[in-house]
């Protein structure tokens, strides 16, 4: 292997995105950065800087180099001694995908160094090997393919996964706060059980999800509603879901908890047409507000002190891996 290099860039996701738990994902335009290389010595040295710096482990146990070790398990090859440096842009412990976010990018430098070319390597492999160690794919199929995913587990086990371009007049707006929240704890908070109404409900709000943001975002108000997850959480992040209320109620925006909490994701919609779809459906009660460019401003003004508003593109491209030109 030599003394390889591997870079791999890798966004920031939005899971659940209302009703689609576990299954449903979005890519944004947040990114984190690790750069690699490979040493003689066997020695794994890590640095960081950005998010998480002073806080995350600098040895073996950082996620990113055990991720970067499962996938060198997988493959029954010995880990190497590395030099890891973590640029990290993604909010910690906040419900925008960190966590899959390391898990991706290790595993994609390890491929990477093991094929010797970044660009070459398989991102479904990525996905199976990913999701198996994150243990649900929401977060890990966006991360890995961009856009819009649709994620889940086959007959057989396997993951597997569907990616769609959303709507170009989708603008998504992230209000994140100063408090963290464990996953760990948020799934702590769910139910073993739910009531059949609920279930159905979900079910056919996440199908009208897929269609809202593929092509009719003007029904993404109605396409968010939620009965599995949201209301059980609320209690750990009363902030959140207090914003989420006025922004639904108020100014008719589809906010979400983003993942597991406490940010909170609006889908915001920006004025027009889709290319070849109407702007509106015959017979739609009124639905989700349409906005400019000042939507940022004008959820900043509800949301008040406390908050980091910041409007963020999709992103298409998923998990880039590169490596060095010689």
């Given at each position: 292997?030599?003394?390889?290099?591997?870079?791999?860039?890798?966004?920031?996701?939005s899971a659940n995105?209302?009703?689609?738990?576990?299954?449903?994902?979005?890519?944004?335009?947040?990114?984190?950065?690790?750069?690699?290389?490979?040493?003689?010595?066997?020695?794994?040295?890590?640095?960081?800087?950005?998010?998480?710096?002073?806080?995350?482990?600098?040895?073996?146990?950082?996620?990113?180099?055990?991720?970067?070790?499962?996938?060198?398990?997988?493959?029954?090859?010995?880990?190497?001694?590395?030099?890891?440096?973590?640029?990290?842009?993604?909010?910690?412990?906040?419900?925008?995908?960190?966590?899959?976010?390391?898990?991706?990018?290790?595993?994609?430098?390890?491929?990477?160094?093991?094929?010797?070319?970044?660009?070459?390597?398989?991102?479904?492999?990525?996905?199976?090997?990913?999701?198996?160690?994150?243990?649900?794919?929401?977060?890990?199929?966006?991360?890995?393919?961009?856009?819009?995913?649709?994620?889940?587990?086959?007959?057989?086990?396997?993951?597997?996964?569907?990616?769609?371009?959303?709507?170009?007049?989708?603008?998504?707006?992230?209000?994140?706060?100063?408090?963290?929240?464990?996953?760990?704890?948020?799934?702590?908070?769910?139910?073993?059980?739910?009531?059949?109404?609920?279930?159905?409900?979900?079910?056919?709000?996440?199908?009208?999800?897929?269609?809202?943001?593929?092509?009719?975002?003007?029904?993404?108000?109605?396409?968010?509603?939620?009965?599995?997850?949201?209301?059980?959480?609320?209690p750990a992040m009363?902030?959140?879901?207090?914003?989420?209320?006025?922004?639904?109620?108020?100014?008719?925006?589809?906010?979400?908890?983003?993942?597991?909490?406490?940010?909170?994701?609006?889908?915001?919609?920006?004025?027009?047409?889709?290319?070849?779809?109407?702007?509106?459906?015959?017979?739609?009660?009124?639905?989700?507000?349409?906005?400019?460019?000042?939507?940022?401003?004008?959820?900043?003004?509800?949301?008040?002190?406390?908050?980091?508003?910041?409007?963020?593109?999709?992103?298409?491209?998923?998990?880039?891996?590169?490596?060095?030109?010689?």
């Open positions: 292997m030599g003394h390889a290099g591997i870079s791999v860039r890798t966004p920031a996701t995105l209302g009703p689609g738990f576990d299954a449903l994902g979005l890519a944004l335009g947040l990114y984190d950065d690790i750069e690699v290389r490979t040493r003689s010595d066997g020695r794994t040295v890590v640095t960081v800087e950005g998010e998480g710096a002073g806080v995350v482990p600098l040895d073996g146990s950082h996620l990113v180099v055990r991720a970067m070790r499962a996938a060198f398990d997988a493959a029954g090859v010995p880990m190497p001694g590395i030099d890891l440096h973590c640029t990290n842009r993604i909010p910690h412990a906040r419900g925008l995908g960190s966590s899959s976010s390391a898990i991706v990018a290790g595993v994609g430098a390890a491929l990477g160094l093991l094929s010797g070319d970044g660009e070459a390597v398989d991102r479904d492999r990525v996905y199976r090997l990913a999701a198996d160690i994150e243990g649900h794919p929401d977060n890990v199929a966006p991360c890995v393919y961009g856009g819009f995913t649709v994620a889940w587990a086959a007959a057989g086990g396997e993951w597997r996964a569907l990616s769609m371009d959303p709507s170009p007049r989708l603008r998504p707006v992230v209000c994140v706060p100063d408090a963290e929240l464990s996953t760990e704890l948020a799934r702590g908070l769910l139910p073993k059980s739910v009531a059949h109404s609920d279930a159905a409900f979900t079910a056919g709000r996440a199908a009208l999800l897929a269609a809202a943001v593929s092509g009719h975002p003007e029904l993404l108000l109605d396409a968010t509603e939620d009965r599995l997850h949201e209301a059980y959480r609320a009363p902030g959140s879901a207090a914003l989420i209320k006025e922004l639904r109620v108020e100014s008719r925006l589809p906010a979400v908890v983003s993942g597991a909490g406490p940010t909170v994701l609006v889908l915001a919609c920006a004025p027009g047409e889709d290319p070849g779809g109407p702007a509106s459906i015959p017979g739609q009660a009124e639905g989700s507000a349409e906005i400019d460019g000042t939507a940022a401003d004008s959820i900043a003004r509800r949301a008040g002190s406390g908050w980091h508003i910041r409007p963020l593109r999709i992103d298409l491209a998923g998990v880039y891996i590169s490596s060095p030109r010689s």
